[in-house]
């Protein structure tokens, strides 16, 4: 089926006489008749338990990501950060590292400069535009993963998924990819041979800007079999003896991710904001096309603005990613339109607070178009190197088109940019 289909249909069938519309299961508990079943169930859980880990509701939200993205399972969380976390985690123990392309999200930067290395993970960055010897040149013994981001936020560059792949493949291990801003509408990773897929749900997903989650998305594509990947294919004693690989099969990175993380660590969303995130989704591909529209205008109007130095729009031909979006998002390049204003910080802030309709807010990829600067909000907290590294100058800002009428946000832009 393809993603329209997919998005009202998959997920939740109900038989006969159910409800039309994937109910909420608001329960923590489920009940067995036997004390013998659930201890079965703590060896080999073939049914849902305990909602810190699986639940109805969230289950059928996660069928329905994961058919999208034709992975083979999912397991969503309670934010993007969270699945971030968790991606690395289910690889990386204390002493190991992996590698990211320099250009993502500031929260996931911080993520992995920062907190990470706390745990004793070390995150090494590269230039993603560099060639692929350079790129392997970062592996070290220890590296367990790579990872990078579609189109990432807010430099707007997109990644060469298939290059990534490659080197990740030569080195024998996994790559993951954050397809936040892309979704498996624009863009589907695994296609391009990535082998785990993330989202924050919380943006174009959810679109409504109601509730903040994640999703981890397993491809079942990875042979854990092949290489040093001991806690995938010898018994995890902490789960009484279940080895993933030969319980799981295709579906052994996101079995064990819920059953040691998710077990332990316990960010998995409540059923309520899975029933709201589902109603996002219904809607998800009729939404990408007209914000890919929309998007698409607002780039070409400050494209042809003197007062504005520079656009990032991948859809825009001459854009320096313009040959790998033809490639890799050949429906469009979502909504968010990055622009440095002519005379730096000082004119960025009275562009923004001089716009009417958009809202000057912290949140990116909303059905209501709204305006962020990231040097002074989202990626505050990283260094001048490494503002540049994520592709973040004074005057940048990030435009995120929504679905008003594109006549009433460009006629925004016009009176603010006066004030310029
Ligand atoms: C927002 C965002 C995240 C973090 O997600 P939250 O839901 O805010 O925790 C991760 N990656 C990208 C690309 C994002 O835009």
């Known amino acids: 089926m393809l993603d329209e289909t997919l998005c009202l249909h998959a997920g939740y069938e109900p038989e006969n006489g159910a409800p039309g519309v994937m ?14 079943h659930i201890g079965d169930l703590f060896d080999m859980p073939t049914a849902h338990m305990y909602s810190r880990f699986s639940n109805p509701t969230v ?13 083979a399972g999912a397991m969503c969380t309670s934010s993007g950060q969270a699945a971030s976390l968790l991606s690395i985690l289910n690889l990386c123990s204390a002493g190991d590292s992996f590698i990211s392309a320099s250009t993502i999200y500031g929260g996931t930067v911080n993520l992995f ?41 807010p430099a707007l560059a ?14 024998g291990v996994p790559f993951i990819v954050d397809n936040t801003f892309a979704t498996p509408v624009l863009c589907k990773p695994i296609c391009f041979g990535a082998d785990i897929v993330i989202h924050s749900t919380t943006k174009y997903m959810d679109g409504h800007a109601l509730q903040v989650g994640g999703v981890i998305v397993d491809s079942g594509n990875f042979d854990w079999t092949k290489g040093n990947w001991p806690d995938f294919c010898e018994p995890d004693e902490s789960y009484h003896g279940v080895t993933y690989t030969r319980d799981f099969g295709r579906s052994a990175y996101i079995a064990k991710a819920r059953m040691q993380l998710m077990r332990d660590f316990g960010c998995y969303p409540a059923a309520h904001s899975a029933f ?8 998800l591909p ?22 504005i130095e520079s656009v990032s729009y991948s859809a825009l ?39 009417r309709l958009a809202c000057n807010e912290v949140h990116v990829a909303d059905i209501r178009t709204c305006v962020l600067h990231p040097a002074s909000a989202t990626h505050r907290q990283l260094t001048d190197e490494q503002l540049i590294a994520a592709g973040v100058q004074p005057g940048l800002i990030r435009f995120s ?4 009428n594109i006549a009433d946000i460009l006629s925004d832009i016009e009176q603010s940019l006066k004030n310029v």
């Open 158 to 171: 997109v990644l060469d998924i298939e290059k990534f792949a490659r080197i990740a493949h030569k080195k």
């Open 276 to 283: 709201l995130l589902n109603i996002g989704l219904e809607t």
């Open 401 to 404: 088109t929504g679905l008003e």
């Open 317 to 355: 031909p001459g854009d320096r990613y313009y040959p790998l979006a033809q490639k890799y998002l050949p429906k469009g390049s979502c909504g968010v339109v990055s622009v440095i204003i002519g005379g730096g910080k000082k004119n960025a802030v009275r562009f923004m607070d001089g716009l």
């Open 286 to 307: 009729l939404r990408m096309e007209r914000y890919c529209q929309n998007g698409l205008a607002v780039a070409k109007y400050f494209a042809a603005s003197p007062k």
């Open 59 to 71: 289950e059928a939200v996660e069928k329905k990501i994961a058919a999208l993205e034709g992975g």
């Open 23 to 36: 109910p909420i299961c608001q329960s923590t508990t489920y009940r067995f008749d036997s004390t013998e």
């Open 113 to 153: 400069s920062v907190t990470l290395k706390r745990f004793g993970i070390e995150c090494i960055f590269v230039d993603a535009d560099a060639d692929e010897e350079t790129i392997e040149k970062a592996f070290k013994e220890n590296t367990k993963a790579v990872f990078g981001e579609t189109i990432a936020n």
